[in-house]
């Protein structure tokens, strides 16, 4: 059984960090698209302003992966608002190494941040999900999430860098 | 033809902010939805670290709206991560009254926020739009924006603060 405990993330974290969002990257067949790099991580998530804020779970180095690592999972938040309620969280990433599920590590970091979310005082806690990824999908439900895309019709959009600069030069 | 200028919110917008927050949420059948206060939007908005930003579209008292107002149109954006790219623009809220569409200033609006959001090096601007909004659908893709719901399968889940707090009572 894997005993671990979940900590805000440190500085020295974003190497973790890193590789962590590239393994949920390589599940999600996306790998190659991950170009951030540990600098930026460190300016995006230490600075004066963060960007975002990450909760990491750790095990004991005796309990290390396969390829010696400690952190063994992470999730990755920041704060939005709803104009009708006002503050939401929106977890971005969450991903638990393999070797390390089925120990209540997914469970525990959600409980966190639904501490979190309700500390800060936030009305709810947001997140997309890809419509094929029904084991999360399932895992959400249990706890309650609801598809605001299948309730309300909301598609999500982007505009991209091209098409911004397109625009702000017109 | 409407004369308008765009700039920041300030402290002393947060009634028109809410008065078009309002207004736009009426226009979705949802107005008894916005729960939201001025003295949220206040504190969230003006405070040591602001939770959203708003630009606003001003015109002049002559050309003021029917009912009386010189505050027009809003965008109300914040700053989100992608763990892939790093900093993005979300657009949470866009609305130009009714009386004063027509003259450019949603794209004038749109333009600013894509000043915005290269200056602050973001990668791109997100933002959700409802499926049966169709005029905005367009409005969008004319300006190159795409479906990444279609395009890659998302779904915008939300677990509310009733289940929130259930989590945090799990032992």
Not at chain 1, 17 to 27: N, S, V
Not at chain 1, 84 to 89: C, D, E, Q, T, V
Request: charged share 30%; hydrophobic share 40%.
């Amino acid at each position: 059984m894997a005993k671990f405990i979940l900590r805000k993330a440190e500085p020295k974290d974003v190497s973790d960090i890193l590789r962590l969002i590239k393994e949920l990257a390589k599940f999600e067949e996306m790998e190659e698209q991950v170009v951030l790099t540990e600098k930026e991580l460190l300016e995006d998530g230490f600075g004066d302003h963060p960007f975002y804020h990450c909760v990491v779970a750790e095990v004991p180095k005796d309990k290390q992966s396969v390829e010696g690592y400690t952190v063994v999972g992470f999730a990755m938040y920041y704060f939005t608002y709803d104009p009708w309620i006002g503050k939401l969280l929106y977890l971005e990433d969450f991903y638990v190494m393999k070797e390390f599920r089925g120990y209540g590590i997914g469970s525990e970091i959600l409980k966190t941040l639904s501490e979190t979310a309700v500390k800060t005082r936030c009305s709810g806690m947001h997140f997309i999900v890809a419509e094929w990824n029904t084991s999360s999908i399932e895992f959400y439900k249990r706890r309650g999430a609801a598809d605001l895309s299948h309730e309300e019709g909301w598609r999500l959009y982007e505009i991209d860098k091209c098409n911004l600069l397109k625009m702000s030069s017109k | 033809m409407a004369n308008f200028i765009l700039r920041k919110a300030e402290p002393k917008d947060v009634s028109d902010i809410l008065r078009l927050i309002k207004e736009l949420a009426k226009f979705e059948e949802m107005e008894d939805q916005v729960i939201l206060t001025e003295k949220d939007l206040l504190e969230d908005g003006f405070g040591d670290h602001p939770f959203y930003h708003c630009i606003v579209a001003e015109v002049p008292k002559q050309q003021q709206s029917a009912d009386g107002h010189v505050i027009i149109g809003f965008a109300m954006y914040y700053f989100t991560y992608d763990p892939w790219i790093g900093k993005l623009l979300y657009l949470e809220d866009f609305y130009v009254m009714k009386e004063f569409r027509g003259f450019g200033i949603g794209s004038e609006i749109l333009k600013k926020l894509s000043q915005t959001a290269v200056r602050t090096r973001c990668s791109s601007m997100h933002f959700i739009v409802a499926e049966w909004n169709k005029s905005s659908i367009e409005f969008y893709k004319r300006r190159g924006a795409s479906d990444l719901s279609l395009e890659e399968g998302w779904r915008l889940f939300k677990i509310d603060k009733q289940n929130l707090l259930k989590m945090t009572d799990e032992e």
